[in-house]
Nanobody, 114 residues
Framework: QVQLVESGGGLVQAGGSLRLSCAAT????????MSWYRQVPGKQRELVAT???????AIAESVKGRFTISRDNVKNTVYLQMISLKPEDTAVYYC????????WGQGTQVTVSS
């Protein structure tokens, strides 16, 4: 059973930083591609960043230079470091294991005030 538990969201002012965490069970993050998505009410879920099984990172153009994806293989946890946050980054952020498409965590809310 795959479980993904996101945490680290919150309310931050524009220009601030947050680090999101995704604690995974039932999937080994060092052997699987892991992604972060975000979703705003009424809009489709948007892919933000992916780290491949071999550790290669891909970042969406909208957040490139501001967001970084990483993982801790010992803790089996994936992170999304976000800096220079903008109000348009406000969304619920979800962790996802690419090879387990039916499993989603509860998400963590990020709110960026102007």
């Amino acid at each position: 059973q795959v479980q993904l538990v996101e945490s680290g969201g919150g309310l931050v002012q524009a220009g601030g930083s947050l680090r999101l965490s995704c604690a995974a069970t039932g999937v080994t993050v060092s052997r699987n591609a892991m992604s972060w998505y975000r979703q705003v009410p009424g809009k489709q879920r948007e892919l933000v960043a992916t780290v491949s099984a071999i550790g290669t990172a891909a970042i969406a153009e909208s957040v490139k230079g501001r967001f970084t994806i990483s993982r801790d293989n010992v803790k089996n946890t994936v992170y999304l470091q976000m800096i220079s946050l903008k109000p348009e980054d406000t969304a619920v952020y979800y962790c996802h294991a690419v090879m387990f498409p039916n499993y989603w965590g509860q998400g963590t809310q990020v709110t960026v005030s102007s």
